[in-house]
């Protein structure tokens, strides 16, 4: 991270006028708001020099002239210092058109002078005018020809810059560290160390300027070759290294040389800090910051605050948020925000946290949002629920980019509202990778899978490559259909697209193929993994606990364990899953009270429920119905629905399955899985008349068991077929197969 040094400059509105003089055009600006010029106003200026500053802006140059004769008379050399410092002094506060009219209206000028002027020209970036000037100099020094060479590199002119260079009749360290810096930042490296080898002479800033140019670019072996080259190291260079290594993601080097450090100032731990929240590692982050504060002498810059911000917002906690801003305004930084970097982290820190009334505040308080602001609005509505917020900001923002766009359509899709999002997307005025990616994973989620395979066809037809994230959705929506040839085909074109996949594209490999019936494909590509994490275990137990591996599945456990990887909540409701697949009840239990008193992980409704159902499938209702009435809260709807569905494992689970039906009642009147085993129950026991009273109740009431489905896919065509339905049009001939294959059984 580079230590930056901002200059505040006064901008003053302005008006142009010209005159002539001396044969050398002359632009004087003159002040539409004059303001009162005194040495109170300007510190380093005595009232003779601030009137004519005050004269010299009016373009009252005559008077100016007049007063210059009647300033204490100096010697010729004394009057040449003083009016080429007071040149120096208007230029370094932004009036460089002042500082142009009085080197006119000098008497007397030397070199000095003249490298005043030119370097006041190039500082303003005014470099037209800094060459003609350099041009007519009637003696040039090293201080002349550096000037003008650091104003070329500065603007990018590098090959004029070069040529300059290489006509200076002499070069002193400055010179070379300006080429240095100017071919840098044109992203010629390998010139640039071919001028750094060529150097007679290297100071502390040569090397530090060279070491910059790699860390910048992430060629990091290179920068610590000439890191540990250095016979002095300041503090700039330990800092650069560690700015290097962060944004390489090495951040353990990077910490590893913070450690190192053998003298640290705010920029080295501001550096380090946004090391750690730029890869993800918030929680360091804050630490950092904490320990930086038991150092007095360290106080936090606005840099530091807005990796905090960024920090905050990633680790998700609200009220470490609020404390920052409420430092923010304490220290008063909150208002040195001149870019308006600080406000935009912010509002993104608010945004991500959903504390949308002080992410408004923020934003409508500042008047030159960027548009990653609004963007940041945009989602934090969407992720609290309020898209016509959300909405209404979309419409009246002056800029939007693909992101506001692909915002929006991924929150119509995430409300359900998809023809909206369609409309929307098809008036994108630019559409990219990620926008279709919007789209596909919207159908997606909105079980619109034909529609989500067009939209990936139509992708491609424009000629647009899909990301790893595009092939995860399809390969998410294949498995979810269990459409295993669809699925292979993705997985061909991505093999035709991409030599290596990332972890997130082979998990979902894993996920699709165990998905879709296929774990040996699953397994294969699962042990063929270079790095696996939590996911890509997590798919493979749950795969094969879906297949009826028990064993396979508990293996996989104990081997991820052994790996060090941590187990979560989806890994235990996979194990625990497995367990009731193979009736092994003391080994579910056991899993279960492990996740509590071992790994810290509370379990949640998920898990309540497989127990139930382990319990209940193995024939134990009545400790199933124990479970239920010991958990630690209120039973509801998933929790009675699950013991009532294992009662038919048990002859005895009669009066269980009224007791639970009946709880399922109060909690949801409409259930129609209640009523019908309560209907059968009763039919069973020979209740007919509670059995008819309770059905023409469920008639009252519009309560109808929803028919189940099932589909297969054929020649490229899904054929669904839902219970006591018959609108396919070869559904006779299906009926009366069915009929011939159960007289044969029979």
């Known amino acids: 991270m580079r230590a930056v040094i901002f200059r505040t400059i006064f901008v003053l509105p302005l008006a142009k006028t010209s005159i002539t003089l001396n044969s050398y055009s002359l632009h004087v600006r003159s002040f539409k708001s004059q303001p009162t010029f005194s040495s109170t106003h300007y510190r380093n200026l005595k009232l003779d020099d601030s009137r004519l500053l005050n004269l010299l802006s009016n373009y009252r140059l005559r008077e100016a002239r007049v007063l ?81 060479l650091c104003g070329l590199a500065e603007a990018g002119r590098i090959c004029e810059a ?66 540990e080259e250095m016979d002095y190291r300041n503090v700039v260079t330990w800092t650069t290294m560690i700015a290097g290594y962060c944004r390489a993601g090495k951040v353990d080097e990077g910490y590893c040389l913070f450690c190192r450090m053998p003298e640290r100032n705010i920029v080295s731990w501001t550096a380090m800090i946004g ?39 990633g680790i998700g906690f609200p009220h470490l948020g609020k ?23 912010l509002i993104h820190m608010y945004s991500v946290l959903g504390i949308m009334d002080s992410a408004s505040y923020i934003f409508n308080k500042n008047l030159n949002n960027c548009v990653q602001s609004c963007n940041s609005m945009i989602n934090g509505y969407i992720r609290i629920g309020q898209l016509e917020e959300a909405e209404y900001l979309f419409n009246t923002v002056p800029i939007r980019d693909k992101i506001s766009w692909t915002s929006m359509i991924d929150g119509y899709f995430s409300f359900g509202q998809v023809s909206r999002a369609c409309f929307l997307f098809s008036n994108m005025p630019e559409k990219d990778a ?28 424009q000629d647009i490559s899909p990301l ?66 939590t996911i890509s275990w997590n798919s493979m137990i749950m795969g094969f606990s879906h297949h009826g591996l028990a064993v396979e599945a508990l293996k996989n456990f104990e081997a991820m364990l052994e790996s060090g990887t941590h187990p979560n909540s989806v ?61 630690p809260f209120e039973p509801d709807q998933a929790i009675w629905g699950a013991l009532l569905g294992v009662c038919r494992f ?14 399922l009642l109060k909690l949801d009147p409409l259930n129609a899985p209640a009523h019908v085993v309560l209907c059968n129950i009763y039919a069973a026991e020979g209740h007919y008349i509670t059995e008819q009273m309770l059905r023409k109740d469920m008639g009252l009431k519009g309560v109808r068991k929803v028919p189940g489905c099932s589909w297969i896919q054929l020649n490229g065509r899904v054929h669904v077929f839902v219970s006591g339905d018959k609108p396919h049009p070869q559904a006779a001939e299906i009926i009366s197969l069915l009929f011939r294959v159960d007289e044969r059984r029979m």
């Open 68 to 148: 210059l004769d009647e300033m204490p008379q100096r010697s010729r050399h004394s009057q040449v210092v003083h009016l080429t410092s007071l040149l120096t002094k208007y230029s370094r506060h932004g009036f460089i058109n002042e500082a142009k009219a009085l080197f006119e209206i000098m008497p007397d000028r030397n070199v000095v002078s003249y490298n005043a002027m030119l370097s006041g020209f190039v500082q303003c970036g005014r470099l037209d005018e800094a060459s003609r000037l350099f041009e007519v100099m009637p003696e040039r020094n090293v201080v002349s020809w550096t000037s003008m």
């Open 162 to 227: 070069r040529k300059l260079f290489d006509e200076m009749p002499e070069r002193n360290v400055v010179s070379w560290n300006s080429m240095l810096v100017g071919l840098i930042r044109n992203g010629d490296l390998e010139e640039a160390r071919w001028i750094f080898n060529a150097m007679p002479i290297k100071n502390v800033v040569s090397w530090n300027t060279m070491i910059a140019g790699y860390a910048e670019n992430c060629r990091m072996e290179e920068a610590c070759v000439l890191f």
């Open 275 to 313: 090391g750690f929240t730029w890869n993800g590692f918030y929680e360091e982050a804050l630490l950092l910051f904490l320990e930086m504060k038991e150092i007095n002498e360290i106080k936090p810059n606005r840099e530091t605050f807005i990796s905090l911000a960024y920090a905050c917002s």
């Open 323 to 345: 404390q920052l801003h409420a430092q923010l305004i304490i220290d008063g930084t909150e208002y040195d925000d001149f870019d308006g970097r600080l406000s935009k982290s």
């Open 434 to 461: 990620v926008a279709w990616t919007a789209m596909i994973s919207g159908y997606v989620h909105n079980e619109l899978f034909t529609e989500a395979i067009n939209s990936f066809l139509v992708m491609r037809a």
């Open 468 to 533: 790893s994230s595009t092939y995860s959705i399809l390969f998410g929506a294949a498995g979810a259909t269990a459409n295993l040839d669809q699925g292979r085909q993705f997985h061909c074109m991505l093999m035709k697209t991409q030599t290596e996949f990332d972890l997130f594209l082979e998990n979902s490999l894993v996920s699709m193929y165990a998905k879709c019936g296929v774990i040996d494909d699953a397994h294969r590509i699962f042990s063929n993994m270079v790095f696996r994490d």
């Open 571 to 631: 890994t235990f409701l996979a194990t625990l899953s497995a367990c009731n697949h193979a009736g092994l009840i003391d080994k579910g239990l056991e899993l279960f009270n492990s996740m509590k008193d071992v790994y810290a992980i509370q379990p949640g409704l998920e898990h309540h429920i497989s127990i139930i159902n382990l319990l209940g499938r193995a024939g134990k209702v009545k400790e199933a119905e124990g479970f239920v009435l010991n958990l």
């Open 650 to 663: 048990s002859e005895s689970g009669t009066e269980i399955a009224k007791r639970a039906a009946k709880e």
